[in-house]
């Protein structure tokens, strides 16, 4: 439903996919596949209730469980150092005669892995793991999610059904996780084909709800569920291979295209991708190579 781009290079035959450095393609959507989705507009934006705020205390609650969930005191270390490792730590602003410590970065794993599409398109991509698990044969690798209810009432109207998660989540969690297939079906999906990019073992998901309604910065955390990403796929019913092919697809296009910089959007009214030229040398370009082709559903 809510639109999204991404920043696209081609050059030599090779394409890079990116994002602006004010996207928000990271943020975690909320309820954004439900009938009556929450929405942004100019009565309100200051709602706590409205598309972006949600979307912040989302991407704010999924940061944090993250990391309350894994023990930092026996970290895993891949052969390779973090890429961002000190990428932003400068050493000239430290003030004179003082020692500060380097900021901690999040304890997230980042795997490089390589695919092979058909005979012709190969796939580079940097994937996330939150944590691992030690175990006899070995680290199982997982990744951490969590799902959060803001206002059991809002929701009831969003969905037009809704269970109370702090009572209920025990009893009827059944019920509960259908609902949210139905009303974030894009979110689970995505967080989905994550895990299977970076060859997740695990997929630890989390239920969060709101310790009061009206105040977006206190959470309690209500539980979690663990399953295998392709357990998870089936429960909710994503095909990867079908993922793949759209990928393929896209990619298709993209590699037929000039050597030039794109910007691939996600229409926001339709279910249709649109592709511009934004090269700095065709400032007034304007949507060049319109693909209009392929549903991003799943």
């Known amino acids: 439903v809510y639109s999204w781009d991404l920043i696209v290079t081609k050059s030599n035959g090779k394409v890079w996919l990116d994002k602006r450095e004010d996207s928000v393609v990271d943020y975690v959507t909320v309820n954004e596949?439900?009938?009556?989705?929450?929405?942004?507009?100019a009565d309100n934006h200051d709602s706590i209730h409205s598309a972006s705020n949600l979307a912040l205390e989302a991407t704010y609650i999924n940061a944090n469980f993250a990391q309350q969930v894994v023990d930092r005191a026996s970290p895993y270390s891949f052969q390779r150092p973090n890429p961002f490792h000190s990428m932003n730590w400068d050493l000239d602003s430290k003030p004179q005669g003082k020692v500060q410590p380097e900021p901690s970065l999040a304890s997230i794993g980042y795997r490089y892995r390589k695919w092979q599409l058909g005979s012709d398109i190969v796939v580079v991509a940097r994937t996330e793991l939150d944590g691992f698990i030690s175990g006899p044969s070995g680290p199982k690798f997982l990744t951490v999610k969590a799902l959060n209810e803001y206002d059991g009432r809002a929701m009831m109207s969003v969905s037009g059904s809704a269970i109370d998660w702090?009572?209920?989540?025990?009893?009827k969690r059944g019920a509960i996780m259908a609902n949210e297939m139905k009303m974030n079906m894009g979110k689970l999906a995505?967080?989905?084909v994550q895990s299977l990019l970076a060859g997740a073992d695990t997929m630890k998901?989390?239920?969060?709800?709101?310790?009061?309604v009206k105040d977006l910065a206190k959470h309690l955390i209500l539980g979690a569920n663990s399953a295998t990403p392709e357990r998870f796929a089936s429960q909710i019913n994503l095909s990867f291979d079908n993922s793949?092919?759209?990928?393929?697809?896209?990619?298709?296009v993209l590699l037929s295209l000039p050597d030039d910089k794109y910007a691939v959007m996600k229409d926001p009214n339709k279910s249709m991708i649109r592709i511009y030229r934004i090269s700095d040398s065709l400032?007034?370009?304007?949507?060049?190579?319109?693909d209009g082709s392929g549903s991003d559903e799943g």
């Not at 702090?166 to 009893?171: A, E, F, Q, R, S």
């Not at 998901?205 to 009061?212: C, D, E, K, V, Y």
């Not at 400032?283 to 319109?290: E, H, I, S, V």
């Open 33 to 41: 596949n439900a009938p009556d989705p929450p929405y942004d507009s």
């Open 166 to 171: 702090t009572t209920k989540l025990d009893d």
């Open 190 to 192: 995505r967080w989905t």
């Open 205 to 212: 998901l989390g239920w969060i709800a709101r310790r009061n």
């Open 244 to 252: 793949w092919g759209v990928f393929k697809m896209l990619a298709g």
């Open 283 to 290: 400032p007034n370009a304007g949507a060049d190579g319109d």
